[in-house]
C-alpha cells in the first residue's frame, strides 16, 4: 500500500475521548500487573491512532502548504493535540500510581516511568489554551515561510529553491540570490518578531502555571533530558569555544586561499571550491537508485528497510511551491512506516538529507516493535546520532552520487560538520539568553543574537545587509520558533558522528552493528545510556572534544583541499 493510499479521517476527539478515560478506568481497576498491561496496549492502540492522523496531516499540509483541506486540518491537530496530550497526563498520573507498578516496570521497562514523572509536570489543563495557542503561532510561522514566492533569475523561487544560487561560482549571483533570500525575511520581520514575542510570554506564562522558574527549565522537562543539567551543556558550549572555534577560523582561512578572496561575506558561506561545489551527479530518481544500491550492499537489515520505503512512496523529496521549508522524518504508527520530507534542490545538501533523514527512518523502522509509544523514537539528541552517523557510514558509497568530485565532497562534508559546531552551540546560547530575558524588546534579541554570533563565528561578515547587521539572520532558524532548545541536541549527536565515523575507518562492520544495536533500543533508554551501549564517548566528558576534534582535523590536514 502506498502512501497515497493511507486513508485519513479525523478524529472524533469526544469518541476518542470517551473511549480513553473508559479504557483507562480499566487499567486503574485491573486487578492483576497482566490484566493492566493488557489494558496500557488497547490505551496505546487509542494513542497510536491518533497520532498517526497527526503525522498524516502534517505530512501531508508540509507538503503542500496552499492546500486549504489540510492547512485546516493542521489547525485541528494544534487545536486538539493538548487535548490529547491531557488525556496522556492522566494515564501517567494512573501508571506512576499504579498498585502494579514492580510489575509492569520489568514488563515495560523502566524508562517510562521516568518519561511519565517528567511529562506529567509539563502539562495542566491550566495551560491547554496556551499550548494550542503556541501550536497555532509555530504553524503560522512555518506557513510565513513556506509562503515564499520571490522573482528571481527569470522564475518564482521558494526560499529551498536559492541553494543552487548562493552556491554558483559567480560571486555576483551569490550575492544576489542571498539578498534576495533575505529580503524575503526583511519583509516579515515584524511578523516573525511579533510571533516570537508573542511565544516567549506565552511559553515563559506555561512555565510559571506548572511551577517552573522559567521556560527553560520547563522545555527540558519537555525535551526529555533526565540525565544532563544546563551546567552540562554550558560546560560543552565552552568546550565548542575553546576546542573548536580556532579549528573553524583556521578551516576559513584554508577556504580564503581555495577562492583566492581576501574576505568572505555571508553570501560566501555555502560556496567552497573555486573549482565549483561537489553536487550530486543525476536526477532524484537516479539519487534514490544510488541509494537503494547503496543500503542493499550495506546490510540485509538496511535493504528490508529501504525497500519497505521505496515499495511503499515512504519520501517526498523534491522541492516546489508552496512546500514548506527543511527536511525531517516522521513515523506513522498504524502503518509502521517512517516517512522522510525533504527539498532537494540540485545540491549537496541533496544526499546530506537523504542519508540523514534515512538514518532517523531506519532507527524507527527499528524500534517499532517496541512495546509503548514512548520508546517509539530516543530523546532528540540521541535521536540524532542515528541521523547523523549515517550521513558518514553511507561514505563509502558516495561515488555512486559524486563520482569524480567524490573527494571533494568528503572533505566538504566533514569540514563542513565540524564548522556546524559554533553555530549550534549559538543557537543553544541564544535560546538561553532569551528565556532569562523575557521582557527583552525585539531589537534587544537581535543585537544579543549579533554579540553571540560575533564570539562564536568571528568571521562572518553580513557585508553591509541591514537586516543581518541589526541580528536578523535567527528568524531562518525554525526551531527557534517551533522546537526551543532543540539545537544543541545536533552539536552533541554530532560529537558522537564523528566517533562512529573515525571508528568505521578502522572497523566499519563493528562499528556499524554497534549502531544497529543501540538502534533497536529506541527510546527505551536515556541519551547517555544509549551513548555508552553504543561504544560511544560521552560529549560532556572533560577532552572528548580535544580528542574527536583532533581526529578530524588530523583527516582534513592529510588532504590537499587546493587541489579541489
Not at 237 to 247: A, C, F, G, N, T
Amino acid at each position: 500500500m502506498g502512501f497515497a493510499s493511507y486513508l485519513y479521517q479525523r478524529p472524533d476527539m469526544e469518541e476518542t475521548k470517551h473511549l480513553f478515560e473508559e479504557r483507562l478506568e480499566m487499567f486503574k481497576a485491573s486487578e492483576s500487573a497482566t490484566e493492566a498491561r493488557e489494558a496500557i496496549l488497547a490505551l496505546n492502540a487509542i494513542r497510536n491512532a491518533f497520532d498517526s492522523m497527526a503525522n498524516l496531516v502534517y505530512i501531508r499540509h508540509s507538503t503542500d502548504t496552499n492546500s486549504q483541506f489540510y492547512r485546516d486540518e493542521q489547525h485541528f491537530f494544534d487545536e486538539f493535540g493538548p487535548v490529547m496530550q491531557s488525556l496522556t497526563t492522566a494515564f501517567y498520573d494512573a501508571l506512576l500510581e499504579s498498585p502494579h507498578r514492580a510489575e509492569l516496570e520489568n514488563m515495560l521497562g523502566r524508562r517510562v516511568f521516568l518519561l511519565a514523572d517528567l511529562q506529567r509536570k509539563t502539562f495542566s489543563p491550566e495551560v491547554l489554551l496556551d499550548l494550542q495557542k503556541e501550536n497555532e503561532l509555530t504553524t503560522k510561522y512555518q506557513e510565513i515561510v513556506a509562503s515564499a514566492k520571490i522573482s528571481f533569475d527569470g522564475k518564482e523561487l521558494n526560499l529551498a529553491q536559492f541553494g543552487p544560487y548562493t552556491e554558483s561560482p559567480d560571486r555576483e549571483l551569490r550575492k544576489a540570490a542571498s539578498e534576495a533570500r533575505f529580503s524575503f525575511m526583511a519583509e516579515h520581520e515584524e511578523e516573525f518578531d511579533s510571533i516570537f514575542d508573542q511565544l516567549v510570554k506565552l511559553r515563559h506564562g506555561m512555565a510559571v502555571k506548572l511551577g517552573f522558574p522559567s521556560f527553560t527549565e520547563l522545555s527540558y522537562a519537555r525535551l526529555n533530558r533526565t540525565d544532563y543539567s544546563q551546567e552540562d551543556v554550558k560546560r560543552f558550549r565552552d568546550q565548542v569555544y575553546r576546542e573548536i572555534v580556532p579549528i573553524v577560523e583556521e578551516l576559513t582561512k584554508r577556504k580564503m586561499n581555495r577562492l583566492h578572496l581576501d574576505k568572505l561575506y555571508y553570501y560566501d558561506g555555502a560556496f567552497s571550491f573555486a573549482t565549483g561545489n561537489p553536487t550530486p551527479k543525476g536526477t532524484p530518481e537516479e539519487l534514490v537508485a544510488h541509494a537503494k544500491r547503496m543500503y542493499a550492499e550495506q546490510s540485509d537489515v538496511t535493504k528490508a528497510f529501504f525497500d519497505f520505503m521505496i515499495d511503499n512512496e515512504l519520501m517526498d523529496l523534491v522541492t516546489g511551491p508552496g512546500k514548506a521549508a527543511g527536511g525531517y522524518c516522521t513515523y506513522i504508527p498504524q502503518y509502521g512506516a517512517p516517512f522522510i520530507f525533504a527539498n532537494f534542490n540540485g545540491t549537496s545538501g541533496d544526499v546530506d538529507v537523504l542519508t540523514h533523514e534515512a538514518g532517523h527512518a531506519l532507527q524507527v523502522f527499528l524500534s517499532r516493535d517496541q512495546v509503548m509509544p514512548e520508546y517509539y523514537w530516543p530523546s532528540y539528541e540521541a535521536a540524532e546520532i542515528f541521523s547523523m552517523s549515517m550521513e558518514f557510514f553511507a561514505w563509502p558509497w558516495m561515488d555512486l552520487f559524486f563520482k569524480e568530485d567524490t573527494d571533494k565532497y568528503k572533505f566538504d562534508h566533514l569540514s563542513g560538520a565540524l564548522s556546524f559546531l559554533p553555530y549550534g552551540v549559538a543557537v543553544d546560547e541564544f535560546q538561553h539568553w532569551i528565556y532569562a530575558n523575557i521582557d527583552a524588546t525585539p531589537a534587544m534579541r537581535k543585537a544579543m543574537w549579533r554579540t553571540i554570533e560575533k564570539k562564536y563565528l568571528p568571521s562572518r561578515d553580513y557585508a553591509g545587509n541591514a537586516y543581518l547587521e541589526q541580528g536578523g539572520f535567527w528568524h531562518i532558524q525554525s526551531h527557534i520558533f517551533g522546537t526551543p532548545f532543540y539545537y544543541i541536541d545536533y552539536t552533541l549527536a554530532q560529537v558522537c558522528a564523528f566517533q562512529y565515523w573515525q571508528r568505521s575507518l578502522e572497523d566499519r562492520d563493528t562499528a556499524f552493528a554497534d549502531y544497529l544495536a543501540i538502534a533497536r533500543k529506541g527510546g527505551s533508554v536515556s541519551f547517555t545510556e544509549l551513548v555508552r551501549d553504543g561504544k560511544l564517548k560521552s560529549p560532556f566528558a572533560p577532552n572528548c572534544l580535544e580528542e574527536v576534534s583532533g581526529a578530524v582535523r588530523a583527516w582534513l590536514d592529510r588532504m590537499d583541499d587546493s587541489a579541489f
